[in-house]
């Protein structure tokens, strides 16, 4: 079975452009969640989606939006972008929401010039 | 304000010997912590979680031990491996906030042959 994947790889930017990264979560995974990781730091939750609907927010901007759609696959947009939302951006999907672990993709890494 | 942290940014041992990365976290409410090993180019991947009904938690060559009182986890690999080379996270959450993982900033592992 194909593990969680995200399009696309790599993605350069510039400064107030918008951005929309995919993600197709594990087959039968419900959950999707979206992670940025920038340079040095740990992953920092951005959305989590299950079952079509938003199950939770982190500390970002209203810029940062996703949806999921009837077959569980993801988009993160992101508008008017700056400088330092230069990151990985990582998906993860689960069967469910509770103690389930996550399975991550290999992230999109987006630089904005 | 970073709820978890991993103070060694990185950490060398001999191939062999035992590898024990550490974390710490502030927030009282966790209930449930992981462990995630990273490669370049490739999402992380879970290895081992624990409770925090527990204080200690095995496989295979990695175990995770919780003390709460101290709000200290740490996870020890023994015998580390060449192949354990990679960029360690802890992660923890509340068993109700879903797929909301806060990260620690990792530990670089690089184990000598």
């Known amino acids: 079975d194909a593990g969680v994947t995200q399009s696309p790889t790599h993605l350069i930017k510039t400064r107030g452009q918008h951005v929309t990264l995919r993600c197709s979560p594990i087959s039968g995974h419900k959950s999707v969640s979206w992670y940025q990781q920038v340079l040095g730091q740990g992953p920092q939750f951005i959305f989590q989606?299950?079952?079509?609907?938003?199950?939770g927010r982190g500390n970002f901007p209203d810029r940062f939006s996703a949806r999921q759609f009837p077959n569980y696959s993801s988009e993160l947009n992101v508008n008017a972008l700056l400088l330092g939302d230069s990151a990985l951006y990582l998906c993860a999907s689960s069967l469910e929401t509770g103690r389930e672990k996550l399975f991550f993709g290999s992230g999109t890494q987006l630089s904005v010039l | 304000d970073q709820q978890v942290k991993q103070n060694s940014p990185s950490l060398s041992v001999q191939e062999g010997r035992i590898s024990i990365l550490n974390c710490d976290y502030t927030n009282s409410m966790f209930d449930y912590f992981l462990w995630y090993k990273k490669y370049p180019a490739e999402g992380p991947t879970f290895l081992i979680s624990?409770?925090?009904?527990?204080d200690k938690n095995e496989d295979g060559r990695f175990t995770v031990f919780l003390n709460k009182s101290a709000k200290h986890l740490s996870l020890h690999i023994v015998p580390s491996q060449p192949g354990d080379s990679a960029v360690y996270f802890c992660a923890a959450k509340k068993e109700t906030s879903g797929s909301r993982l806060t990260f620690g900033e990792g530990t670089q592992l690089t184990v000598n042959p």
């Open positions: 624990i409770s925090s009904i527990k």
């Open positions: 989606y299950y079952e079509k609907e938003e199950r």
